[in-house]
T-cell receptor, first 113, second 112 residues
Framework: GENVEQHPSTLSVQEGDSAVIKCTYS??????FPWYKQELGKGPQLIID?????GEKKDQRIAVTLNKTAKHFSLHITETQPEDSAVYFC????????????FGKGTKLSVKP | DTAVSQTPKYLVTQMGNDKSIKCEQN?????MYWYKQDSKKFLKIMFS???????INETVPNRFSPKSPDKAHLNLHINSLELGDSAVYFC???????????FGSGTRLTVV
């Protein structure tokens, strides 16, 4: 089955700096890669996603890149702000599966003012 | 309007008790899920229902029994609760095989 590895487990940056979180996956059939942000006491919230027919997607300060050959994808946050502090999860899913998500173990991002 | 709502938000109970968690979605999705988040924040699929039919049943003890009365509702009943069942349980929904889940705010279960 699918296995998703996520690094780093913790990341601390200064406000205004960029943050990068990386994930690798094992199942070449996976074709959907979302990123979720989880704030304390809340459920995961989708912030951006990418499908395997696209190499990069951007939404304001957030971007995701996908390298299908190497089976890895990354989240890039530019001009970080204190409110970006949260736990970020990457995930993978395959249309051949039942649609459930396989999650990475999460990255705790701290943005220091 | 809450898209995926689950109740209760907190549940504290003694070992051996039976408890239920309820979930409802108003997004018109045809697939609903239960995920478990352990103390290390790891999220793992437990069950999935598509149009009221069970399609995923991961290696979860049979003390856990999901029930879907209709496409908009998915409940989780847990028998004979154990200390190791303490976790946050998240309900989610999506269109079948479309991937993008909408999650509820979670139910923190504490077994004492």
């Amino acid at each position: 089955g699918e296995n998703v590895e996520q690094h780093p487990s913790t990341l601390s940056v200064q406000e205004g700096d960029s943050a990068v979180i990386k994930c690798t996956y094992s199942d070449s059939a996976s074709n959907y890669f979302p990123w979720y942000k989880q704030e304390l006491g809340k459920g995961p919230q989708l912030i951006i996603d990418i499908r395997s027919n696209v190499g990069e997607k951007k939404d304001q300060r957030i971007a995701v890149t996908l390298n299908k050959t190497a089976k890895h994808f990354s989240l890039h946050i530019t001009e970080t702000q204190p409110e970006d502090s949260a736990v970020y999860f990457c995930a993978a899913s395959s249309r051949g599966s039942q649609g459930n998500l396989i999650f990475g173990k999460g990255t705790k991002l701290s943005v220091k003012p | 309007d809450t898209a995926v709502s689950q109740t209760p938000k907190y549940l504290v109970t003694q070992m051996g008790n039976d408890k239920s968690i309820k979930c409802e979605q108003n997004l018109g999705h045809d697939t609903m899920y239960w995920y478990k988040q352990d103390s290390k924040k790891f999220l793992k699929i437990m069950f999935s229902y598509n149009n009221k039919e069970l399609i995923i049943n991961e290696t979860v003890p049979n003390r856990f029994s999901p029930k879907s009365p209709d496409k908009a509702h998915l409940n989780l009943h847990i028998n004979s609760l154990e200390l190791g069942d303490s976790a946050v349980y998240f309900c989610a929904s999506s269109q079948f095989r479309q991937g993008d889940h909408t999650f509820g705010s979670g139910t923190r279960l504490t077994v004492v």
